[in-house]
């Protein structure tokens, strides 16, 4: 039965399916095998000018395999064959206020948690955001999120998504990762799963260009990293601790320390750490 469902969940995505099931895009190209999503979209907009042809607002470009993924930091994603979801989509949002564009990571993350609810079956309290959006099954990163620009003015944001859909106990990256599979998911179709990522891409997107003050709000309370100890590795090789209490409308975690001064932080590797009585806050525990 593990085997069977395996097997069918590694098969090739079915492009005209989940083109039908994801109406909101301008293009959805579906491949076989790429170097990395966000490079070919990224390339496709390098080349407009020599082409004259604009790729659309509202792209996508999914692949069963990916050679050359790219996280954070530059670290290296792989995974088997069919065996997670690699998907780049490209946005040209238009009027949002460059104080706003930071929200895009967090917005993507929140996408990703409303697919595994919604369309993996997974249940609402085992899944949850560490700030700014690693999506986390049972505590256990299960999704990794880039966003890249590839332009400034006007704005060209790139987000790509690495999910881990089937992998194995032996396949997977890092001991404090997970998939769908081992998370006990009911569904590991992934034409149906990117499709169904596609649509809350499409929704939460939409809530984002759109100013939706409740977006932020369900980020909120999506995101377990606010209320818990944390460590945060900031650039330039500084660190702070503390307790992470909010989440600002521009994205930036708030971090307070013990001495009780509050620190805005827009980018750093967060860590979720033993508390002071003792216990583990949820996450990551590298």
Not at 13 to 18: G, R, T
Not at 216 to 240: D, F, N, Q, W
């Amino acid at each position: 039965m593990t085997d069977a469902r395996i097997e069918s969940s590694r098969r090739p995505v079915d492009a005209a399916k989940l083109r039908s099931l994801a109406p909101g895009w301008n293009s959805i190209e579906v491949l076989d095998s790429t170097g990395s999503t966000n490079a070919d979209l990224k390339d496709k907009v390098a080349a407009e000018r020599a082409t004259a042809v604009q790729v659309p607002d509202r792209s996508a470009i999914f692949a069963s395999e990916q050679s050359s993924g790219r996280g954070r930091l530059a670290r290296k994603w792989a995974a088997p064959y069919g065996a997670s979801i690699a998907l780049s989509v490209l946005f040209r949002p238009r009027g949002i206020d460059s104080d706003q564009l930071g929200l895009l990571p967090l917005v993507v993350g929140l996408a990703v948690v409303d697919m595994m609810v919604s369309e993996a079956g997974l249940e609402r309290d085992r899944v949850g955001l560490k700030w700014p959006n690693d999506v986390l099954v049972d505590g256990r990163k299960i999704c990794g999120i880039l966003v890249e620009a590839a332009s400034i003015a006007p704005p060209i944001l790139i987000p790509g998504i690495g999910v881990n859909v089937s992998l194995l106990e032996e396949e997977l990256p890092v001991a404090h990762a997970t998939s769908l599979f081992l998370a006990g998911a009911p569904n590991l179709e992934r034409t149906e799963l990117v499709a169904g990522l596609l649509r809350a891409l499409d929704a939460r997107e939409k809530q984002w260009r759109e100013g939706s003050a409740e977006l932020l709000e369900e980020y909120r309370r999506a995101c377990i990293t606010i209320g818990s100890e944390v460590r945060v590795e900031l650039p330039g090789g500084k660190t702070l601790t503390g307790r992470a209490s909010d989440v600002r409308s521009d994205g930036e975690l708030v971090v307070t320390d013990h001495l009780g001064t509050a620190h805005f932080v827009a980018a750093g590797d967060v860590f979720h750490v033993r508390a002071t009585d003792g216990s583990y806050a949820v996450g990551d525990r590298k």
